[in-house]
């Protein structure tokens, strides 16, 4: 038995307690609860263990306020010799809790090798066994070469603006040369990187009448029926028929996908404590957002003409048709070469820790490799961790202690290899 693989075993109850102290901070994503909280929990514990850390707020950026600041921590450990910088980065928030749960969403139970609660899985976890086989590491190799670092970001369940895009602007990663982002994508699967996407508003316009007699208005909503029809009718299928040689998962997103995230015409809903009736109106506006994922082989710009070009040939058949449509959010795909050394000393990692290969697969919705690629500009970057990417968001979410004591070796040993230029050893 190896003496990383001791290290992390000896671990074992150390890497519960720590996921479980993360989940029951309820970092809720919106608004952006209790991000400092969790900073301040895992410098107290870095710094403690010999590591320094920085506290970096996104001023200015999107949902940043006095009220819900974004707050990001970096961890760094450098004895002062010459090497690499290896980064793992892990966002500390998450996704609101939502219905059906049977166990406390923030209780952090542990039931039969399990450990359950909001951001399980996505991603404190995988958080939690990258801090862990960090520390093993040092613990066996103190005066390692080169540095290790640990950022906990802000806000990837909405972008990664407040957190690694935040960071990456401002140069944080221009000396990183590998970054292992902790997503739960199976502990024997490397995640390449992501589809892209494209989310835009489409108003369609009318005139307000009396509801008793519309012919004297113009229903917005019938314009964007009509919209919505020529979707159904010529898009979806259309999208449908393409395919990439990504290897995404699951199989249905190996297909261009479009989804409409909300549609809001007419008038405003005033909430469940009025008890009136409505207005007899018609809607003079009619509002959709839509969400479109992209393949790497296709273009953003004729992604987007596509849609003009269907909004057009509405505004051909209907002579009373106008519409606005405006850009909210776009991502270029993203992959990593499988021959990237990150790549190459984790598949090797993999096959010695669960004596399987490794596969390789792409996320069918973004994360954010795509700020490290973007905007930092560093290709040789994965997203690998424990957990069933099935799990993330849903009720009664969960991570497995197992999982997360082999993701933590498979870690532990790429830093072995990437620092000390030592092959994995088998066990």
Same mark, same amino acid.
Not at 251 to 263: M, P, Q, V
Not at 381 to 388: L, R, W
């Given at each position: 038995?190896?003496?990383? !693989?001791?290290?992390?075993?000896?671990?074992?109850?150390?890497?519960?307690?720590?996921?479980?102290?993360?989940? !029951?901070?309820?970092?809720?994503?919106?608004?952006?609860?209790?991000?400092?909280?969790?900073?301040?929990?895992?410098?107290?514990?870095?710094?403690?263990?010999?590591?320094?850390?920085?506290?970096?707020?996104?001023?200015?950026?999107?949902?940043?306020?006095?009220?819900?600041?974004?707050?990001?921590?970096?961890?760094?450990?450098?004895?002062?010799?010459?090497?690499?910088?290896?980064?793992?980065?892990?966002?500390?928030?998450?996704?609101?809790?939502?219905?059906?749960?049977?166990?406390?969403?923030?209780?952090?139970?542990?039931?039969?090798?399990?450990?359950?609660?909001?951001?399980?899985?996505?991603?404190?976890?995988?958080?939690?066994?990258?801090?862990?086989?960090?520390?093993?590491?040092?613990?066996?190799?103190?005066?390692?070469?080169?540095?290790?670092?640990?950022?906990?970001?802000?806000?990837?369940?909405?972008?990664?603006?407040?957190?690694?895009?935040? @960071?990456?602007?401002?140069?944080?990663?221009?000396?990183?040369?590998?970054?292992?982002?902790?997503?739960?994508?199976?502990?024997?699967?490397?995640?390449?990187?992501?589809?892209?996407?494209?989310?835009?508003?489409?108003?369609?316009?009318?005139?307000?009448?009396?509801?008793?007699?519309?012919? @004297?208005?113009?229903?917005?909503?019938?314009?964007?029926?009509?919209?919505?029809?020529?979707?159904?009718?010529?898009?979806?299928?259309?999208?449908?028929?393409?395919?990439?040689?990504?290897?995404?998962?699951?199989?249905?997103?190996?297909?261009?996908?479009?989804?409409?995230?909300?549609?809001?015409?007419?008038?405003?809903?005033?909430?469940?404590?009025?008890?009136?009736?409505?207005?007899?109106?018609?809607?003079?506006?009619?509002?959709?957002?839509?969400? &479109?994922?992209?393949?790497?082989?296709?273009?953003?710009?004729?992604?987007?003409?596509?849609?003009?070009?269907?909004?057009?040939?509405?505004?051909?058949?209907?002579?009373?048709?106008?519409?606005?449509?405006?850009?909210?959010?776009?991502?270029?795909?993203?992959?990593?070469? !499988?021959?990237?050394?990150?790549?190459?000393?984790?598949?090797?990692?993999?096959?010695?820790?669960?004596?399987?290969?490794?596969?390789?697969?792409?996320?069918?919705?973004?994360?954010?490799?795509?700020?490290?690629? &973007?905007?930092?500009?560093?290709?040789?970057?994965?997203?690998?961790?424990?957990?069933?990417?099935?799990?993330?968001?849903?009720?009664?979410?969960?991570?497995?202690?197992?999982?997360?004591?082999?993701?933590?070796?498979?870690?532990? @040993?790429?830093?072995?290899?990437?620092?000390?230029?030592?092959?994995?050893?088998?066990?």
């Amino acid at each position: 038995m190896d003496s990383l !693989r001791l290290e992390i075993e000896n671990r074992r109850d150390d890497l519960i307690r720590l996921t479980q102290d993360l989940i !029951r901070i309820p970092t809720l994503n919106p608004p952006g609860r209790h991000y400092r909280e969790i900073c301040d929990y895992l410098a107290a514990r870095l710094t403690a263990g010999g590591w320094t850390c920085e506290m970096i707020r996104a001023h200015g950026a999107p949902g940043d306020s006095e009220e819900f600041p974004r707050w990001n921590l970096i961890a760094r450990h450098d004895p002062g010799r010459p090497g690499e910088c290896v980064h793992f980065n892990g966002h500390h928030d998450v996704v609101e809790v939502g219905h059906g749960w049977r166990r406390d969403p923030f209780g952090a139970e542990l039931d039969q090798g399990r450990i359950y609660g909001r951001g399980a899985c996505d991603m404190k976890g995988g958080l939690a066994a990258a801090i862990v086989a960090a520390e093993a590491f040092v613990a066996r190799h103190p005066d390692h070469p080169g540095r290790i670092e640990i950022s906990a970001t802000a806000d990837e369940e909405s972008g990664g603006f407040g957190g690694v895009a935040f @960071l990456a602007e401002r140069g944080a990663f221009a000396h990183v040369g590998h970054v292992i982002i902790p997503e739960p994508l199976h502990k024997d699967r490397i995640c390449l990187g992501h589809r892209g996407v494209w989310w835009a508003e489409i108003e369609t316009h009318g005139r307000i009448a009396h509801g008793s007699m519309p012919f @004297l208005g113009d229903s917005a909503i019938r314009h964007m029926g009509a919209v919505l029809d020529e979707m159904e009718r010529r898009l979806f299928p259309l999208l449908r028929t393409r395919r990439t040689d990504m290897p995404v998962i699951p199989e249905g997103a190996k297909s261009s996908t479009l989804n409409i995230n909300s549609i809001h015409g007419g008038e405003p809903d005033l909430g469940p404590g009025f008890t009136g009736l409505p207005a007899p109106c018609v809607a003079d506006r009619c509002r959709i957002v839509i969400d &479109r994922r992209f393949l790497i082989e296709e273009d953003l710009a004729e992604v987007k003409r596509e849609v003009t070009a269907l909004l057009e040939k509405v505004r051909a058949e209907r002579p009373t048709f106008t519409y606005e449509i405006r850009d909210l959010f776009e991502v270029i795909p993203s992959m990593t070469e !499988r021959g990237a050394p990150v790549v190459r000393s984790t598949a090797a990692a993999i096959e010695r820790v669960l004596g399987r290969e490794a596969g390789y697969v792409v996320s069918p919705g973004t994360y954010d490799q795509k700020h490290i690629d &973007r905007i930092g500009k560093l290709k040789n970057c994965i997203a690998y961790g424990p957990g069933v990417l099935d799990l993330a968001h849903q009720p009664d979410e969960w991570i497995g202690v197992q999982d997360m004591l082999d993701s933590a070796r498979v870690m532990a @040993l790429v830093l072995d290899d990437l620092l000390n230029g030592a092959p994995p050893p088998r066990g």
